[in-house]
């Protein structure tokens, strides 16, 4: 039976791309943050100061950002499936690469420039399981789907120990064995949706970049998304620099905190689905702001391993909330969409290290990068609530009731292509 948080039809298929949408996910995630897992042991071999640390973690976040939108309009326009597998064949370069030669500190930034393409599986899975699934029920589908930052936890638990046996050029050549097995389960499982629009007008994308709700949707990621990712990457450095844990200890808490954030990733989307993503959202902002401001004091060890971790927990429910509003708004061009917010929560997750290694390098402490980012979090809170003053769809959310079509209901501000689909609509939880 399809997956299904509540009353509605799915399609045959859907379970099974679901699935295999999350192992892509998964892989891509376990390479996109390898090089933070192997961090403290690659920057003890290449003698890499906190700067450098910070830019080794950094460029596959951003290189992932990059290339999320191009792929993201490459699904819209062609087979997503077909993407996904290439992306996956791709990897297999960079992996062989950082296995068999020598590499300094320019080649080590290159081969991270590669690794972050796994970053765009993003702008894959989302689209491929999305167009599935109903507007009501994109909360907990993309919810398990994104559970793939899972992967996260993968990186941080084995990585370090592989690295401490074998070395860590080693552990990039074993990373291939799971990227071919997960080649052939997407291969043999994930399914293009037969509701996939054939051709869409690029005018289509070009009304989509002119939304002002999809910039704002790509700040609020930026803040929730970035923040996960980012901490998935410098928390290693964090604890080993700050509390001088070692490689296997610090990948031990980092894991715990990423594990927590990925749980509760489906659970996040569901109460986005019941409460509304806008409401769930700003609980997120206000609890990872105080939790950011508390990081600040630079705690005890435990004290500060628990903030990170329910930091983790609602930033993986942030996450959730903010794809539970995209594909409502943009169903129809869901590939561009996804792949241009996906774009920003990259990239906030390459500023996060790269602002705490030149604030630990120039000011000898990570305080004042915690307050900073306590501050980027306060800001995207007080933008929430202006939008929600300002306008009336941001202060109510919409759900379907009962079966409404899959792939042919597209969400505006608030508008519905579909009159049988506008009768079954109603304005939920407002907020006035």
Request: glycine content about 10%.
């Amino acid at each position: 039976m399809p997956l299904v948080p509540s009353k509605g039809r799915a399609l045959p298929s859907a379970s099974l791309t679901v699935f295999a949408s999350f192992l892509h996910f998964d892989t891509c995630y376990i390479i996109w943050v390898l090089l933070g897992a192997l961090s403290v042991s690659i920057s003890a071999s290449l003698h890499l100061n906190p700067a450098q640390q910070g830019w080794m973690v950094a460029i596959p976040p951003l290189s992932g950002s990059l290339f999320r939108f191009p792929i993201g309009l490459l699904c819209d326009r062609f087979s997503t499936k077909r993407v996904g597998v290439a992306l996956l064949l791709f990897l297999f370069l960079p992996l062989l690469l950082g296995w068999l030669i020598p590499v300094n500190f320019p080649a080590l930034l290159g081969i991270g420039l590669m690794l972050g393409v796994a970053g765009a599986s993003f702008a894959v899975v989302f689209s491929l399981a999305s167009r599935w699934y109903p507007p009501s029920q994109q909360g907990f589908v993309m919810g398990i789907v994104a559970a793939g930052n899972s992967g996260t936890v993968i990186a941080n638990l084995f990585a370090p120990q592989l690295s401490s046996m074998y070395g860590w050029h080693a552990v990039l050549g074993m990373t291939m064995i799971p990227l071919a097995v997960i080649l052939l389960v997407f291969l043999l499982m994930a399914k293009e949706s037969p509701l996939k629009p054939k051709s869409i007008p690029i005018s289509r994308y070009v009304t989509a970049l002119g939304k002002a709700d999809l910039w704002w949707f790509c700040l609020f990621y930026s803040a929730t998304a970035g923040g996960s990712v980012g901490l998935s990457t410098f928390l290693p450095q964090f604890f080993s620099n700050q509390y001088h844990l070692n490689a296997i200890a610090a990948g031990y808490l980092t894991a715990a905190a990423a594990l927590m954030g990925s749980l509760l990733r489906p659970v996040g989307g569901y109460v986005a689905d019941t409460l509304g993503g806008v409401r769930t959202l700003t609980g997120v902002f206000v609890v990872v702001f105080a939790l950011y401001a508390l990081a600040s004091l630079l705690l005890p060890i435990g004290l500060t391993a628990m903030l990170f971790i329910i930091s983790m927990i609602f930033l993986g429910i942030g996450n959730s909330a903010v794809f539970q509003l995209v594909p409502q708004c943009f169903r129809t061009e869901i590939g561009v969409a996804t792949g241009l917010v996906g774009a920003f929560g990259g990239i906030g997750g390459f500023f996060v290290p790269i602002l705490m290694g030149n604030v630990e390098l120039n000011l000898h402490s990570y305080a004042p990068g915690w307050i900073m980012l306590a501050g980027f979090m306060l800001m995207a809170l007080v933008v929430l609530r202006i939008l929600a003053t300002l306008h009336r769809d941001w202060r109510c959310s919409w759900a379907v009731l009962g079966e409404a079509e899959p792939a042919t209901t597209v969400v505006g501000r608030p508008q519905l292509t579909s009159p049988a689909t506008l009768k079954k609509m109603q304005p939920l939880l407002c907020d006035e």
